[in-house]
C-alpha cells in the first residue's frame, strides 16, 4: 500500500490552516417574536436581524408579520405586538425570502438558537423554501461556559446584556433583542479571544473544559492534508502515543484541540504530544486497516482497543490418538483444528465447557497411547468420558467424538449445537432459569466465535479477491485482498477505467504469504474491517481466485439468537448480496 509519511513541526499557519478568523465572519444576529413556543402551531410574529462583520454593523432588517392566526393575550402583553399592529402586515411567506437574501452567505446567531433556528425552518418549509446551510452559534450556549455564577445568576439575554453593558436593553421586540444579542456576542467574543480562540470554527465548538495549553498546540495540525489517512501523536522522544485514522486528516487532528474532543485521557495525550505525523491514504479502508496494523505494532498507551491482538485466546483440538480441546494463545503451523480468535481465555474456556457438556472428549492433559493405558479419572465414572485413558475406549470408538467436534469448528455441522440449544430450552421449561443461563451464556461464547471464524476463514482462503465500491463522485474504490489481508488499495477517478486500475493495482500490491490457522495473514479485526467494506452497497467482485461463500450449513444459523443472549453488539458480517458481488460487470 502506498503512502506517504510526514512529521508537522511548529510553525505559524496560514489562516486557511487554523481556520476562519472572526474578524472575517458575516454575523447575521437574528431574533423573532412569536405566537408561542413550537412551530408547530405557532407562527412568526416579527423578524428582526443585524448584520455585523469585524465589529461594524453593515446592515439591519426589521418587519412585522401577520401570523394568520390571533395573538395570545398573555404575548400581547410580554412583546407589545397586537393583532391590530399586525393585521396589515405581510405574511411570512412575503418576508421570509427577504431575510434569506438578507442573510446570504452569514453564519447565523442567536439567544437560544434552536427556538429561533427552529422557527425559521419550519416557515422555510411550509412556504417551500429551501432552507440554506448556514453557520449557527448560539450566544446562551457560549454564555453558560464564560459567564460565572458571581457574576450573573442566569444567562437570560437581559441579564447578559447588563454585564456586557450592551447599548440596547431588551424588550422583547425583535430588532431590539437583536442589537443586544451583538453586544453579548462581541462580549463572548473578546473573553474567548484572550484563550486563543480566534476562527469560527473554534468559536463553534467552544468548550471551557478545553484548556488554553491544550488551544496553543494548534499548530500540530498545521500541514495536514485534507483526505483519509492515518495520524500519530509522538512525544519529545518520538514514542507513539495515539494513532487514529480519519476520513479528512486536517479536520480530525485539530479537534483534539477544540471542544470537538471531550476524552479526558486526549487532554492528557495532547498536553505530552509535541508533534503529529500522518500516513495519507487513497481510500478510507486503507486508512482503517493502517490503524489496527500501527496500533498493534506500536501499542499506544492512550489507545484502548486493538493494542494486544497477539493475546487473543484460541481453542485448539489436538493432533494425537485420543484428540483433546485446549486453550492457546498460538496458532502453530501443525495438524491441529483451531476456533477463534476469542478475546479471553475465559471466553475461551466457556466455549469448550460447550463443547465437553455435549460430546464426551477427554479432558485429561496427557499424551495418551493405545499401548499405554493409565487410570481413568472420574468423569468416566459420570458417563462423560469413554476411559480412552485406561484402554475402555480405542481410537476407532473415540474418532465420531472427535470428528462431531471438528464439524462444529469447522462449520460443517450444526446437530451438537442444535442439541446444546435444545438443553438450554429443556432446563428453561424446568424453571431451572440459572442454569439454562449458565448453559445459554457457554453456548453463546461458542456459536458468535465459530460464526465470526467462519466467516473470517471464507475471505482468508482465497489466495487474491479484487472489488471495488462506487464513490459519492462517480469514481471507484479498488481493493486487492489476499488471504484476507489488504495488500493495497486504488481509486479510479471519475471517467477512468476501474479495470485498468485494478490490473495496476494487482501488478503493484503486496505479496502476501499465508500462515497457518484460519486467519493466516493478518489479525482479525483486520479481516473483519474488509469483510465490512465488502458488504457495503454497490459492491462489486473484479476477481476472485477460488471459491468464496457464505457458509450454508453451520452454527451461524443461531448467531443472532446468541448475540442478543450474550448481550453483545455483533456486526454483521454476512457477505455482499448476490446482485453486486460480481455477477454484473465493473462499468
Known amino acids: ?19 476562519t478568523p472572526l474578524g472575517e465572519v458575516t454575523f447575521v444576529v437574528v431574533d423573532l417574536e412569536t405566537t408561542g413556543g413550537s412551530p408547530a402551531d405557532c407562527g412568526i410574529t416579527e423578524f428582526g436581524a443585524v448584520k455585523v462583520r469585524g465589529g461594524e454593523v453593515l446592515g439591519e432588517f426589521q418587519s412585522l408579520v401577520n401570523p394568520g392566526a390571533p395573538i395570545p393575550a398573555f404575548v400581547q402583553v410580554l412583546t407589545g405586538i397586537t393583532d391590530l399592529m399586525v393585521a396589515a402586515a405581510p405574511r411570512v411567506e412575503a418576508v421570509l425570502p427577504a431575510f434569506l437574501e438578507f442573510s446570504r452567505g452569514s453564519v ?34 457560549l454564555a453558560r461556559q464564560l459567564v460565572l455564577r458571581d457574576e450573573a445568576p442566569n444567562c437570560k439575554l437581559s441579564t447578559l446584556a447588563q454585564v456586557f453593558r450592551a447599548r440596547t436593553s431588551p424588550t422583547h421586540r425583535a430588532l431590539d433583542d437583536a442589537r443586544a444579542t451583538v453586544d453579548v456576542l462581541h462580549g463572548l467574543i473578546e473573553r474567548v479571544g484572550t484563550q486563543g480562540v480566534d476562527t469560527l470554527e473554534e468559536l463553534s465548538t467552544y468548550s471551557a473544559r478545553v484548556s488554553p495549553a491544550q488551544r496553543r498546540k494548534r499548530h500540530l495540525a498545521e500541514g495536514l492534508p485534507r483526505s483519509p489517512g492515518v495520524y500519530l501523536f509522538e512525544d519529545a522522544q518520538g514514542q507513539v502515543l495515539y494513532v487514529g485514522k480519519a476520513t479528512d486528516l486536517r479536520t480530525r487532528v485539530r479537534s483534539y484541540f477544540t471542544a470537538s474532543e ?40 492512550y489507545n484502548r482497543r486493538s493494542r494486544f491482538p497477539e493475546r487473543a485466546s484460541w481453542l485448539k483440538l489436538t493432533d494425537e490418538p485420543f484428540p483433546r480441546l485446549s486453550v492457546v494463545r498460538e496458532v502453530r503451523d501443525d495438524a491441529g483444528t483451531y476456533l477463534g480468535p476469542f478475546g479471553s481465555r475465559r471466553t475461551a474456556e466457556s466455549a469448550m465447557t460447550a463443547l465437553h457438556e455435549a460430546l464426551p472428549l477427554r479432558q485429561c492433559t496427557a499424551r495418551l497411547s493405545p499401548k499405554r493405558p493409565t487410570a481413568a479419572c472420574a468423569l468416566y465414572g459420570m458417563g462423560r468420558c469413554g476411559a480412552p485413558c485406561e484402554g475402555y475406549q480405542d481410537v476407532e470408538s473415540y474418532a465420531p467424538h472427535v470428528q462431531a467436534a471438528r464439524d462444529v469448528i469447522v462449520g460443517a455441522d450444526r446437530s451438537v449445537v442444535d442439541r446444546l440449544q435444545e438443553r438450554v430450552s429443556a432446563l428453561a421449561d424446568d424453571e431451572r432459569f440459572e442454569d439454562a443461563a449458565a448453559h445459554r451464556d457457554r453456548l453463546a461464547a461458542l456459536v458468535l466465535t465459530a460464526s465470526r471464524m467462519h466467516r473470517l476463514a471464507g475471505l482468508a482462503g482465497l489466495a487474491e479477491l479484487v472489488a471495488a465500491r462506487p464513490t459519492p463522485d462517480q469514481g471507484w474504490e479498488v481493493a486487492v485482498v489476499r488471504f484476507g489481508r489488504l495488500a493495497g488499495t486504488a481509486v479510479a477517478a471519475p471517467g477512468d477505467d476501474p479495470r485498468r486500475v485494478a490490473d495496476a493495482l494487482v501488478a503493484t500490491a503486496e505479496t502476501v504469504r499465508p500462515g497457518p490457522g484460519p486467519t493466516p495473514a493478518a489479525s482479525a479485526e483486520e479481516t473483519e474491517r474488509i469483510l465490512h467494506w465488502l458488504d457495503q452497497p454497490g459492491v462489486r467482485l473484479v476477481s476472485v481466485e477460488g471459491t468464496w461463500a457464505s457458509p450454508a450449513r453451520s452454527v451461524s444459523v443461531h448467531r443472532e439468537l446468541f448475540a442478543a443472549a450474550a448481550g453483545s453488539a455483533v456486526p454483521s458480517l454476512q457477505p455482499p448480496d448476490a446482485d453486486h458481488r460480481g455477477l454484473r460487470p465493473v462499468r
Open 108 to 141: 447565523l446567531v442567536a439567544h437560544n438558537a434552536p427556538f429561533d433556528i427552529g422557527f425559521l425552518k419550519a416557515a422555510a418549509e411550509r412556504t417551500g423554501h429551501e432552507w440554506p446551510p448556514y453557520g449557527v452559534l448560539d450566544t446562551a450556549r
Open 262 to 301: 471531550m476524552r479526558t485521557r486526549m487532554a492528557e495525550m495532547v498536553g505530552l504530544a509535541e508533534r503529529v505525523r500522518h500516513i495519507a491514504c487513497p481510500t478510507l479502508l486503507e486508512a482503517e486497516v493502517r490503524e489496527l496494523r500501527l496500533i498493534a505494532e506500536h501499542k499506544p498507551r
Open 1 to 19: 500500500m502506498g503512502s506517504t509519511s510526514t512529521a508537522v513541526a511548529s510553525a505559524q499557519g496560514t489562516f486557511d490552516e487554523l481556520g
